[in-house]
């Protein structure tokens, strides 16, 4: 079946470590995002990818990094800069940028740093 | 200032009943689109709907549509036939396709609907 992974589901580091999400999808998709979300709040963008190789910041990119080495992977970084990274981070995924193409999410991962 | 405003943070409604949530948004950009999203209890995000800001009808998806007002900027989503299953949390985002700026969806902060029996 074709969908988006994200892994894993839960997630706990201790403070000052980098952690690093997986979000791979099999849709052949060209353009890829990072979205948090903290508690009774909506997401917010982080990263996106409209390419291999090629990734712009969001709007909330201060702690973070990413790579666009293969099409189908889309990992995020969250580095011991981000000064509150307890959040559920969702990855996406649509068919090409912008535009009308909605986007297809992964079951998100909860990151929690004790 | 707020692009998408949702202003219901909660609502219960009797099964089988019909539902409106409200969004409204605010943009200067001539070339956008907006997206219905529901996220159940486990945390997935489920696309329900899209109309797109050149688009004459309102959009349509089975049970859901969207009551587009462009000159108020108001999409609302109407659920007809409201099912248990239908409680979630609801959230109205928006693409601004010509502004030059990120692409990613600006979301709103959600309206948690409850269907009650």
């Known amino acids: 079946d074709g969908g988006i992974t994200q892994s894993p589901k839960y997630l706990f580091r201790k403070e000052g470590q980098n952690v690093t999400l997986s979000c791979e999808q099999n849709l052949n998709h060209d353009a890829m995002y990072w979205y948090r979300q903290d508690p009774g709040q909506g997401l917010r963008l982080i990263y996106y990818s409209q390419i291999v190789n090629d990734f712009q910041k969001g709007d909330i990119a201060e702690g973070y990094s990413v790579s666009r080495e293969k099409k189908e992977s889309f990992p995020l970084t969250v580095t011991s800069a981000q000064k509150n990274p307890t959040a559920f981070y969702l990855c996406?995924?649509?068919?090409?940028?912008?535009?009308?193409?909605?986007?297809?999410f992964g079951p998100g991962t909860r990151l929690t740093v004790l | 200032a707020q692009k998408i405003t949702q202003t219901q943070p909660g609502m219960f409604v009797q099964e089988k009943e019909a539902v409106t949530l409200d969004c409204t948004y605010d943009t200067s950009d001539p070339s956008y689109g907006l997206f219905w999203y529901k996220q159940p209890s486990s945390g997935e995000m489920i696309f329900l709907i899209y109309?797109?800001?050149?688009?004459?009808q309102n959009a349509t998806e089975g049970r859901y549509s969207l009551n587009f007002q462009k000159a108020r900027k108001s999409a609302n989503l109407v659920i007809s036939a409201s099912q248990l299953g239908d409680s979630a949390m609801y959230f109205c985002?928006?693409?601004?396709?010509?502004?030059?700026?990120?692409?990613?969806?600006?979301f709103g902060k959600g309206t948690h609907l409850i269907i009650q029996p």
């Open positions: 985002a928006m693409r601004e396709v010509s502004g030059g700026g990120a692409d990613g969806l600006t």
């Open positions: 109309q797109g800001s050149y688009d004459q």
């Open positions: 996406a995924s649509s068919i090409m940028a912008g535009g009308e193409n909605e986007q297809f």
